[in-house]
């Protein structure tokens, strides 16, 4: 049963600054939550769930029987973030993903400048991990913890690296790596010579990629526009980038 002061510590981690004050945050969905017990990479500090589903799953839930509280779907609505709550919610420790060196110096890494759109971080996150692109760095961006960020990673912040740092701790200490911007004067992709290594940088929604982090840019490239549109979506430019770099040989 739900106490209040579990209502009240559950509801607070929709709001940013509680996730940062607790280091923790919300996780809803069958599916996610599964595959947070069935992996063990995150540390979980509390499972609510519907009777119907804590017997479905008793036997992946053996090692969390101190951490189960077992709530009816009228409970479960209360704490939840969801216009309609799933079966299953889960509270997280936020990890502090450790950096595989060798890995970034040898493979594509996204940079996202201040992406805001809780939706567009989403949609990137699954984007990265659907093309093998096991680090992501934000800059200035929505938090990656956001509850509704979380549902639209369809679980991809689960195998993504998501690091929340500046520019500098990225661009001086893989400064041998080229880091590609995407601009609207750059030269067209297609005719650039990509590698399979380096920093591809997307921009904020409206505005693209700051002055400030443009000085560390080495590539300016563009998708070339072949209709009228003005832009692209960020998370669409995203994919359409991604699936050419990955598509090179070079």
């Known amino acids: ?42 540390k979980i500090h509390s499972i609510y769930a519907v009777e119907s589903w804590l017997k479905e799953h008793a036997p992946l839930l053996t090692r969390h029987r101190d951490q189960i509280t077992q709530v009816d779907e009228r409970e479960l609505k209360t704490i939840s ?56 760095f934000c800059l200035q961006c929505v938090d990656v913890y956001n509850p509704k960020v979380v549902q639209a990673t369809m679980g991809a912040f689960l195998r993504v690296k998501i690091i929340q740092t500046d520019a500098n701790s990225i661009f001086e200490r893989w400064n041998e790596l080229p880091a590609y911007g995407t601009f609207l004067d750059g030269e067209n992709m297609y005719d650039t010579q990509l590698t399979q290594k380096g920093f591809i940088v997307i ?32 998370a669409v430019a995203t994919g359409i980038v991604c699936a050419e770099f990955k598509s090179r040989t070079t």
């Open 1 to 42: 049963m739900l106490s209040k002061n579990n209502i009240k510590f559950i509801n607070a981690l929709q709001k940013k600054k509680f996730r940062q004050k607790y280091n923790k945050f919300l996780v809803e969905g069958d599916k996610m939550v599964l595959e947070i017990l069935t992996n063990g990479q995150f």
């Open 81 to 136: 973030s969801l216009t309609t709550p799933n079966r299953v919610l889960c509270v997280l420790e936020i990890p502090n993903p450790k950096l595989n060196d060798k890995h970034i110096a040898k493979s594509l890494s996204l940079v996202l400048d201040n992406i805001q759109d809780p939706g567009n971080m989403g949609s990137i996150l699954r984007t990265a991990d659907w093309f093998g692109i096991e680090h992501v």
């Open 203 to 234: 921009g904020n929604e409206g505005r693209g990629i700051r002055p400030e982090i443009e000085s560390f840019i080495t590539h300016k490239i563009k998708i070339p526009a072949y209709g009228n549109a003005e832009s692209l979506n960020a």
